[in-house]
């Protein structure tokens, strides 16, 4: 699964497995799965356009839908292109379950105890004869009805209780965690639940129906962080010299505004899980993040948290709650946490390695049920930055390139003129690049036709001036190599360094998870060969996707599964990289091509 | 004991059995018990005066202080006239102990079991061999040198620790309530409670050392809500107008001002414990009060409520909670189970009343440990309030009265010229009256030289224009005889109609016990001949003072005592006394002097 947030225009609404879609407008993502693999053949797939424009009606979609469905706007949602924003509506049947929302190819079991209940009332009326306080009529008819002994009322609860309780429209439910009741709704109200991913560069947020464990939207953004610094460090420098106020202040902004965007009434909103690196999990409740900045690196708290929303500013119901992950340590957070509950490798038998790929890049290596994870700087170049005409993975970026014979052939989202390259496509360009010879092993640039040389350094052009969006030829840079060059190395010296704790050699790994977004495009194949990761067979290497968001869900529908990652936690033993004595070594042979 | 507090100048500090003194800029209470009764005689009251100037020492003094504490400025407080603004030391001697500030002749056996608690600690230091998160490291301090299993870290806690920590400046100890760790502090730091009783009319304020169960200073103020309505129904209707913020907002400004004076540091502060009646209690809370304005007379809540001051706006330490004792109904709220618990009605076998007079005034009565209680809406006239010379028991207030052959006697506060009558001085002035048959059993001022016919009626004249601080005469009007007449036959049908509920008369009481800061002026031999109190034997009355701070007080530094108060709640019978089949009967007799 991935996430598209900005404006897909022309681009196919994918439907592959796990897929996540957008509407162009960006107001609501709605997940569809289809059985097919994209195929065009399962009709799984099935939207209703409302409007907005999209490529004509195709054979394999007249196969596969009535008369009737055609004549009313239903399309398959892999087989058009978006031509215009477009407001689509998804028929409960194409939408994911609990289990398909699973990424792998084995899926938990899942069973769907969420923290947050809903309970009918129907109270006695207070009388002169028998007169009740209202918050202890509710409780005695909650013990009376369900059983509930000893509930205690939220304090904003008791705010609006009185005229809740006297409304007659309708009827009402009480909501309740744990031994309080944190509001009351129309028992027709929807019921939903937020899980958020804070990534050092993305956010993600996804939004739940807690009595179904559907996930009915997601919408992304950048995290407006990145203002102060693209990596954590640079935030950690930032706030040691002003403060959290304001890191935490954009964030906070920007993801009430995305739940405003996702919900349209965040008081429907009951419960939150939140994951994010450990730095970020800080800087979200406010924490300092100076001690994460200096050796032993130690975080105010690794335990999860569970604090009401509003304290935190969050804009969601009055009575919610926030449950932040565990975090493990210093600098693997609880999105690690989440992304090892989401691909089960805290669970599996088989030597596994998990790597979410990052600005700050987290690898875990499972050997006979031990897990030890390490961090590596990675550095936001597969994302696109610090890389001369890097961008993000949107319209207009080449995302996938091929060399033979001097021949360039590049994809481009979009299929548009490209005005840049993402990370994949730096990556893809870097590997053929070396392929043919045209970078030697140390990286350099070796003199070509396609390359030029300029004060700056030389260039390699990707996509000349007459062929791009932009006024000028597209190139990768031997800057744009070199940092290549150090991202990988960072992630290579901290699988070697994993594989040297347990004593086992490549060819033992039995699996690689590539968990991430930018993990999600990459193509496998040139990362082997640029040596970024192991060079073992293909069919080891599953890529998940978000994997760490898909955690923050499934903490969100299950008391277990948050019980699991409080275990995870605690299991995962921790290895410092930076003081690691094999590190140096290891870092300076990886930053070799192979 | 009685709070004092308005510029006290002129006075003398009283020391009698719980009384309270002022500095008199009003900036720090301290409450100074003496042995003798003030009778200048045990030297108990000791003060050492810093600045500010007071009468000359006296015979007195000079026999009960030594040379050396003569030079050193020290005096008895029962003996001097404070003069101007004073500065005083209160010597810890002098300062009651907590048995003492308990107002009855028994004392409640007295455990102190405060919820917070303070335990000292020493952490390792976290290395890169040995990396520990810092909340993680002083869990397991707490855990394996004191024995605390499953703590969790208040937020903001959390937010502070990481400095605290690695603040190498003198030892520093935990602040835990319950499973939570709510704040680090230096070892050295005083470690404070705050007890407050808000009445209709007044707030008063304790501030309690928790780790000895002392209270160190008391501060009292008017209720700023005054301004929106001097009793508890029109509070409520101003709220069904405007709403409850406005009402919330001036009570919360008010005691926060009042805990910053008391203080100096609110930060101190550790834990809160509230009392007051049912409408103050929302009204504190920000809960709504219109369903108090209409029968059933529905509160929101009456269970004890634990919440965070800073969720309510209590400038406090920022992990303290507020306890908010329990109420019963909707017009006997927390100040009479507080009142209950501090005189130990809860527990007598005798059968005793105690009435706890204010703008509202509860009675309970107690038979065979049974307890029933209502509410009289006496309305403000025992404070002063719409009584055409009434004013608060301060500086130049008549505050008792002697008439016989036509010559008026009076006592003033402060023994100046007279400005005012206060509660106590228009009750005496009236059963006075009343016996020189200048008034009517019906309450009519009858024909007198001392009465005066003017257009709006009839005047007696209490103190001439000659003797008055103010240019004309002190007078007692018709108006004023029948505002008293209806408080008092309020209280008194109420006293009537529970002796009829558990069927026994007025010989049968054994106790009366009398709370609140009018109750403690009164004059009880003249309160029982204008039939306010029950014609029973005179030593049969105890004067307690302000019970329901007490109880308060009790609440903050003793977990039994919240678990009593929670007992006391539920046992206490609510008698509704506006719609009782024989309230207007009873009040109509009461109206009525004797």
């Known amino acids: 699964m991935y996430i598209i947030d900005f404006e897909p225009i022309g681009l196919r609404i994918p439907c592959m497995k796990g897929d996540t879609v957008f509407n162009a407008a960006g107001k609501a993502g709605i997940p569809i799965i289809s059985y097919c693999g994209g195929k065009m053949i399962c009709g799984r797939c099935k939207i209703r356009i409302i409007n907005g424009n999209v490529s004509a009606i195709s054979t394999n979609e007249k196969n596969l839908l009535s008369e009737e469905e055609i004549a009313n706007n239903y399309r398959l949602a892999c087989t058009m292109r978006v031509l215009s924003d477009l407001k689509v509506e998804i028929p409960p049947e194409s939408l994911e379950t609990i289990q398909q929302l699973q990424l792998l190819g084995k899926e938990p079991q899942l069973s769907l105890d969420p923290v947050i209940t809903k309970y009918k009332i129907k109270l006695q009326e207070s009388s002169l004869e028998n007169p009740l306080a209202d918050w202890e009529n509710l409780q005695k008819f909650l013990k009376d009805k369900y059983g509930f002994k000893n509930l205690r ?4 609860l008791l705010q609006n209780l009185s005229s809740n309780l006297r409304n007659k429209n309708g009827e009402y439910s009480a909501i309740i965690r744990d031994d309080e009741v944190i509001g009351i709704t129309k028992s027709a109200e929807d019921f939903h639940g937020i899980s958020i991913d804070i990534g050092t560069t993305k956010l993600a947020v996804y939004l739940v129906e807690i009595h179904s464990g559907q996930t009915i939207a997601i919408k992304g953004a950048m995290n407006p962080q990145i203002a102060y610094g693209e990596d954590v460090m640079s935030r950690i420098s930032y706030a040691m010299e002003n403060g959290v106020d304001q890191l935490r202040n954009c964030l906070l902004n920007t993801l009430n505004q ?3 965007e996702l919900t349209g009434n965040p008081e429907k909103v009951v419960d939150v899980t939140i994951v994010g690196n450990t730095a970020m999990h800080h800087l979200f409740i406010g924490l300092p993040v100076i001690q994460l900045g200096r050796a032993p690196y130690s975080p105010v708290v690794v335990q999860s948290l569970d604090v009401k929303a509003r304290e935190l500013g969050l804009n969601v119901a009055q009575g919610a709650y926030i449950h932040l992950l565990p975090n493990v340590a210093g600098f693997i957070g609880a999105d690690h946490v989440a992304m090892l509950l989401a691909t089960e490798i805290y669970k599996t038998s088989k030597n596994t390695i ?16 031990d897990i030890a994870s390490l961090s590596c700087a990675s550095g936001p170049a597969f994302e696109g930055a610090g890389i001369k005409h890097g961008m993000r993975a949107s319209n207009g970026a080449i995302e996938e ?7 360039i052939d590049f994809k481009v989202i979009g299929d548009i003129p490209p005005t840049g390259i993402c990370g994949s496509g730096i990556l893809d360009a870097i590997s053929q690049l070396r392929q043919q010879k045209i970078i030697d092993q140390r990286g350099r640039l070796q003199d070509h036709d396609l390359v030029s040389k300029k004060k700056s350094g030389r260039e390699f052009i990707l996509a000349s001036k007459k062929n791009s969006e932009i006024e000028k030829d597209i190139v990768v840079t031997q800057h744009d190599i070199n940092e290549i060059q150090l991202a990988k190395a960072a992630i290579c010296a901290g699988i070697n360094i994993l594989l040297q704790e347990y004593g086992i050699n490549e060819e033992e790994i039995e699996k690689v998870v590539i968990a991430g977004a930018f993990g999600t495009r990459i193509n496998v194949e040139n990362a082997i060969k640029i040596g970024l990761f192991p060079s073992i067979p293909l069919n080891r290497f599953t890529q998940v996707g978000n994997a760490a968001g898909v955690g923050a869900k499934l903490a969100l529908i299950s008391k277990e599964y948050r019980s699991i990652a409080g275990d995870i936690a605690s299991r995962v033993r921790y290895v410092e990289l930076t003081t690691h004595p094999k590190f140096t070594r290891e870092f300076s042979h990886a930053l070799q091509f192979p």
Do not use: C, M, R, Y
């Open 153 to 156: 009322p939220d304090i904003t």
């Open 258 to 260: 995305l739940i405003q």
């Open 354 to 369: 998990g790597i979410d790929i990052g600005t700050n890049t987290e690898v875990a290596l499972s050997v006979n049920g």
């Open 401 to 407: 390139v091929n060399i033979k014979n001097n021949k």
